[in-house]
T-cell receptor, first 110, second 113 residues
């Protein structure tokens, strides 16, 4: 079955700097890759997703890149702000259940 | 409302009791998932329903855990003879299809005394 590895587990960046979170997946047939943000005590919420027919997708300060050959995808947050502090989960899916990474706790330092 | 609804929001029970957690998915969503999230941890997959197909139960940690779903509507997760290690937030999510964005409920916080 699919296996998703996520790094780093914790990330601290200065406010205004960029943050990058990386994930790898094992099943080359996976074709859908969402990213979720979970603030403390709240539900996970989708922030961006990408399908295997594109290599990059942007939404304001957030972008996701996908390298199908290497089977890895990354989340990029630019100009980080205090409200970006949260846990971020990557995930991979084929036409089946979605498999999540273990999460990255992002701290934005003042 | 239009989102995924879970009840109860909090449940405190004594060790050894049975508990039943409920999830109302978004109307029309064929896929429904249950996850367990221990404090400060990730999302542990429990079970997945897709339409009328047989559910994927591969994540259920023991035979004390079971779940049902009637058609494409409400699902219930039952934990029998609860243990302290069952304490966690149980999250439900639904999606239009297995390969589409999941929408999560607020979860049920289960505390076993």
């Amino acid at each position: 079955g699919e296996n998703v590895e996520q790094h780093p587990s914790t990330l601290s960046v200065q406010e205004g700097d960029s943050a990058v979170i990386k994930c790898t997946y094992s099943d080359s047939a996976s074709n859908y890759f969402p990213w979720y943000k979970q603030e403390l005590g709240k539900r996970p919420q989708l922030i961006i997703d990408i399908r295997s027919n594109v290599g990059e997708k942007k939404d304001q300060r957030i972008a996701v890149t996908l390298n199908k050959t290497a089977k890895h995808f990354s989340l990029h947050i630019t100009e980080t702000q205090p409200e970006d502090s949260a846990v971020y989960f990557c995930a991979a899916s084929m036409w089946d259940k979605i498999i999540f990474g273990k999460g990255t706790r992002l701290h934005i330092l003042p | 409302g239009a989102g995924v609804s879970q009840s109860p929001s909090n449940k405190v029970t004594e060790k050894g009791k049975d508990v039943e957690l409920r999830c109302d998915p978004i109307s029309g969503h064929t896929a429904l998932y249950w996850y367990r999230q221990r404090l400060g941890q990730g999302l542990e997959f429990l079970i997945y329903f897709q339409g009328n197909s047989a559910p994927d139960k591969s994540g259920l940690p023991s035979d004390r855990f079971s779940a049902e779903r009637t058609g494409e509507s409400v699902s219930t997760l039952t934990i029998q003879r609860t243990q302290q290690e069952d304490s966690a937030v149980y999250l439900c999510a639904s999606s239009g299809h297995s390969n589409q964005p999941q929408h999560f409920g607020d979860g049920t916080r289960l505390s076993i005394l």
